[in-house]
């Protein structure tokens, strides 16, 4: 069985240890880039694991410009 490269919105909620609402939330506003196909939303793994790899220190750089 090949390795799954999407997940969906609440398994991404569950991953980031947010609501299912601010993932959706989140994917609204461009903040968690996703694609739609048909009536299902679902995120690629590899931005996930991006997302999760930016060093703390990175963020908080981030968070000061904007």
Avoid: N
Wanted: proline share 5%; charged share 25%; hydrophobic share 40%.
């Amino acid at each position: 069985m090949r390795a799954r490269l999407t997940y969906t919105v609440p398994e991404v909620a569950e991953l980031l240890g947010i609501s299912r609402s601010s993932a959706y939330e989140c994917v609204r506003r461009g903040e968690i880039p996703a694609l739609t196909l048909g009536r299902r939303v679902v995120i690629a793994k590899a931005t996930i694991d991006t997302m999760l790899s930016v060093p703390a220190h990175d963020l908080e750089a981030g968070e000061a410009t904007q």
